[in-house]
């Protein structure tokens, strides 16, 4: 009785853990973009983001990522094992990044692809922090970090876009296929 009482304990204690950890994370998908000025998945116009302004509309998560250049824990977010078919687009700004079909399985722990959508969607920066000489992938109308590029991928690119989850908003392909077709329609 007092082995059940005592792992009983030591689950609820892991439980509220994994609860608490995962607290102030945010859907980004949730989040209304009605109070972003600079979101637009149509707008090729680069931005340049007020930072105040970001950390006043952006979810605390993006807001690390993006401006801070944080980066979300290994298999935790929202995108490192979806298959589903659609667009990757900035959380901050809605500029297309990544096509579903130029994402690959990596085992890595985020969301990996090969290719971006278009050469102009993405930009790169040297990134020597801790030691490491790796290059920074940012966004290519907010310069918003996303995450890394490493030579290390599948054909025909043998590139490896490693990105963070929450950096990304995902819009299926049936619900953009639905959005043009209204909109043709009127």
Known sequence: MKNLLF????LLSVLSACNFSNK?????????????????????????????????????????????K???????????????????????????????NGKFESSCGWPSFFEPISKSSIIFAPDNTY???????MCGRCHSHLGHVFEDG????????????????FKKAQDAEAKFKDSTNK
């Open 7 to 10: 792992t009983a304990l030591i």
């Open 24 to 68: 102030n994370k945010t859907d980004n998908m949730d989040t209304d973009k009605t109070n972003n000025p600079y979101y637009s998945n149509t707008d090729t116009n680069k931005v340049t983001p007020d930072d105040d302004q970001l950390k006043k509309i952006l979810p605390a998560d993006v807001y690390n990522v993006a401006r801070e």
């Open 70 to 100: 944080g980066t979300e824990r290994p298999f935790t977010g929202k995108y490192w094992n979806s298959k589903e078919g659609g667009t990757y687009y900035c959380a901050v700004c809605g500029n297309p990044l990544f096509n579903s």
């Open 154 to 169: 599948p054909p025909p690119t043998h590139l490896r876009y490693c990105i963070n989850s929450v950096i990304l908003d």
């Open 131 to 137: 030691g490491m000489h790796r290059t920074e992938v």
